[in-house]
């Protein structure tokens, strides 16, 4: 059960149509991905999972890309490991910002799908995110950034999922301290 941060405030996106689409090449993505499945359900955000590869669903992989923003998705997320070409393959083929997270898949660790994601040609834009769970993680972040522009609820709620990490950093920082106690410090 993924916990809701403090407080939700319905805005614009509170439909229950999908608004990001996570996307990824193969069912074995699907461990990474829902990282970013659990962020988006943090912040109340309507969202799906698609299945779909550039290589083995070159024809499925176009038709979702092309139809994405007429069923009302704003963002797609795209995990893919390997030759990772996923993620500028549906960019090449929708106006929508698409967010790559490359998915340690090989004997490269996701250095292969790293690279892939980056270095897109100039025109067709991928923003790439880190490798693996943490990419995933950043990937329904910056979703959440690009929805928030236009959702006041959300950007307050993405300001207190911030404010809540900087107090998480000193709640931590004081269950150290209080376990140092000066006794084992002397020894
Ligand atoms: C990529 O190849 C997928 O995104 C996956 O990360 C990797 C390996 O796929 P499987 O062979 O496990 O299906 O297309």
Not at 63 to 91: C, E, M, N, P
């Amino acid at each position: 059960m993924v916990k809701r941060i403090g407080k939700v405030k319905k805005g614009a996106f509170s439909s229950q149509t999908p608004l990001v689409s996570v996307a990824m090449g193969s069912d074995s993505d699907l461990a990474v991905m829902e990282e970013a499945a659990k962020v988006l359900e943090q912040f109340g955000l309507p969202y799906e999972f698609y299945l779909t590869s550039a290589h083995r669903s070159p024809a499925r992989t176009a038709s979702y890309a092309r139809d994405a923003a007429a069923r009302g998705i704003k963002v797609i997320i795209v995990g893919a490991g390997a030759a990772a070409h996923l993620a500028g393959v549906i960019a090449s083929e929708t106006l929508l910002p698409v967010i790559g997270v490359p998915i340690d898949a090989t004997a490269l660790q996701g250095l292969d799908a790293l690279l892939a994601t980056v270095q897109m040609p100039g025109g067709i834009p991928v923003a790439a995110m880190a490798i693996g769970k943490a990419g995933a993680k950043n990937a329904a972040l910056l979703a959440v950034r690009i929805l928030s522009l236009q959702d006041a609820g959300l950007r307050s709620s993405l300001q207190d999922y911030i404010e809540n990490m900087a107090r998480e950093v000193e709640r931590k920082h004081d269950q150290i301290i209080r376990k140092e106690t000066p006794k084992k410090r002397t020894l």
